[in-house]
């Protein structure tokens, strides 16, 4: 079974009510967004489409494309300040409260995570250069079959782990920002380094975690999935209203804001999860040189991490 508490983690994250508001107003304040923009470039479309096209709601159809094309790329630019303003200081947060302090007095939730981060990273490049590094590391090392073949070598075992291999991608969802609440909780002057650490530490209890992760993302998409079924509904309605052939845009509309209300509400809950057993198992642990070892060879990513580290310098105004 799994190692993790739903109950302690949900008192942790409604602890943290000012950055849950925050991430509802962001994430599924995007979704709306997206909703607003297929419902625009429907219009205009409608509207320019006799100009281009025989077909009546031929630029509808364009239209609303164009506003889904757009959001996204704006999303794709932000999307390094989304992680600094909102989730990486959130986690600040979490993991203050996790280990029993308190907001230091005189500052709010918003602004100790926002300051937290920027005194630990010294700028979104740097917080955002580490997640995606960690990111890369992940992908290339844990979640391919030569990994676990390499590692768990019983012969016949080849072919059914290259049929779970999805699952274990899967299940490495949120393992970036546990190591990232790892990099805050040491108080980290190097991220670099630290964010090294954190993967060696991860991957000597691989299994462990392995095991709670893909139990959490069965919750959690199955959470996920309920929502969708509860609004789609509503956003096929809401589709119908739309110019032209519009109510398959409902199912796209109910799985925008489904992924709205997990990215706001159920990650946080999730990032809790495996904090605790995160942070439980490697207590008392160092970085195991075998795997560290095994990693370098492995990855050329998690080389790059080491180079970055033994080039860090700590910037002025950092705090230990």
């Excluded at 016949?156 to 291999?165: F, T």
């Excluded at 370098?296 to 790059?304: L, N």
Aim: hydrophobic share 55%; proline share 4%.
């Amino acid at each position: 079974m799994w190692d993790f508490s739903f109950g302690r983690s949900l008192g942790l994250v409604a602890r943290t009510a000012p950055y849950l508001l925050l991430r509802v107003a962001v994430f599924v304040g995007i979704g709306l967004v997206y909703i607003f923009s297929v419902g625009l470039g429907a219009v205009i479309g409608l509207g320019l489409g006799p100009l281009f096209s025989p077909e009546p709601f031929s630029g509808a159809f364009i239209g609303a494309a164009f506003g889904f094309g757009a959001v996204s790329l704006g999303l794709y630019l932000a999307r390094e300040y989304i992680l600094y303003l909102v989730k990486a200081a959130h986690i600040a947060v979490m993991v203050e409260l996790f280990d029993g302090h308190q907001v230091p007095s005189g500052q709010n939730q918003l602004s100790f995570g926002a300051n937290f981060v920027k005194t630990h990273f010294a700028a979104t490049s740097v917080l955002f250069g580490v997640d995606q590094l960690i990111k890369a590391v992940l992908r290339t090392v844990f979640g391919t079959v030569n990994f676990f073949t390499a590692f768990l070598p019983v012969p016949g075992l080849h072919g059914l782990i290259r049929l779970a291999e999805g699952v274990v991608r899967l299940s490495l969802t949120y393992v970036d920002e546990i190591i990232l609440a790892y990099l805050i909780r040491t108080r980290t002057t190097n991220p670099w380094d630290s964010a090294k650490d954190g993967l060696v530490l991860y991957a000597q209890n691989y299994m462990h975690f392995l095991k709670n992760a893909l139990w959490l993302a069965v919750f959690l998409w199955l959470f996920t999935i309920a929502i969708f079924v509860l609004l789609v509904g509503p956003a096929i309605g809401f589709a119908a209203l739309l110019p032209g052939q519009f109510t398959a845009w409902g199912f796209v509309i109910a799985a925008l804001l489904a992924w709205g209300l997990k990215a706001a509400v159920l990650e946080p809950v999730a990032i809790a999860c495996l904090m605790q057993v995160y942070f439980k198992t490697i207590a008392g642990q160092r970085p195991d040189p075998e795997w560290e070892a095994r990693l370098d060879g492995a990855s050329r990513k998690f080389r790059e991490l080491a180079d970055r580290a033994a080039s860090w310098a700590t910037p002025k105004g950092s705090v230990a």
